[in-house]
C-alpha cells in the first residue's frame, strides 16, 4: 500500500485527493438540497430505539417532511428537545390549537405506556412546531443499522472512512 502511494506522480496524487473531495462535497451538497425540498435540517434520520415498535423497528431509516404546517393526530413526527442531541421519533396522539392559536403536540411512543411529557424539556407541557423536525413520509428497514453500528462502535467508524481514503488514493482511472 505504502509502495502504491510513492509510486504516484504528484499529479495523480492530487487528482485522487481532489476526487475525493469532491465525493464528499457532492454528498454534503445532496444532503443539504434534501434539506431545503424538505423544510427539514434533518430530512433523513435513524430509530435508535424499541420505542415505535411494531410501526418502526430500531435501524429503519426514515425520510421526513416539514412543510406540511399543519400536523394531524396520528402522524409520525420526529421533534428535538431542547438540551438534548438526539431527535426523537414518536406519534403524535393529541393536538391543541392550529388555525389562528399556536399548535401544540402530545407525542408518544407506540410502544411506551406513558406520553412523552416526561421527555419533554423542563416545564415544557407540550411541543409546539418549531420543536418538529418533520413528519415522516416514507421509510427503509434496518438500512440504517450501518449508523447505529458506527455511532456505537467509533473504531468502525475510523476504519471506515480510512479505508475510504486509501481506496479513493488507490483508485486509477
Do not use: C
Not at 41 to 66: H, K, T, Y
Not at 78 to 84: A, F, I, L
Request: aromatic share 8%; charged share 20%.
Amino acid at each position: 500500500m505504502i509502495s502504491a502511494l510513492s509510486n504516484l506522480q504528484p499529479r495523480q496524487l492530487a487528482t485522487q485527493v481532489l476526487n475525493f473531495a469532491l465525493v464528499l462535497s457532492t454528498a454534503f451538497m445532496l444532503w443539504k438540497g434534501i434539506s431545503i425540498i424538505s423544510d427539514s435540517p434533518s430530512p433523513i434520520v435513524v430509530v435508535l430505539s424499541g420505542s415505535m415498535e411494531p410501526a418502526f423497528q430500531r435501524g429503519d431509516l426514515l425520510f421526513l417532511w416539514n412543510r406540511a404546517r399543519e400536523t394531524q393526530v396520528g402522524e409520525v413526527v420526529v421533534y428535538n428537545v431542547k438540551g438534548k442531541d438526539i431527535p426523537i421519533v414518536h406519534r403524535a396522539v393529541r393536538r391543541f390549537g392550529g388555525g389562528d392559536e399556536p399548535l401544540r403536540l402530545l407525542t408518544k411512543g407506540d410502544n411506551n405506556l406513558a406520553d412523552d411529557t416526561e421527555l419533554y424539556a423542563r416545564g415544557q407541557d407540550y411541543l409546539t412546531r418549531s420543536d418538529v423536525i418533520g413528519s415522516v413520509i416514507g421509510y427503509v428497514p434496518f438500512v440504517g443499522y450501518v449508523t447505529i453500528m458506527l455511532s456505537e462502535h467509533p473504531w468502525m467508524k475510523k476504519a471506515l472512512l480510512g479505508l475510504m481514503g486509501v481506496m479513493v488514493v488507490l483508485q486509477r482511472e
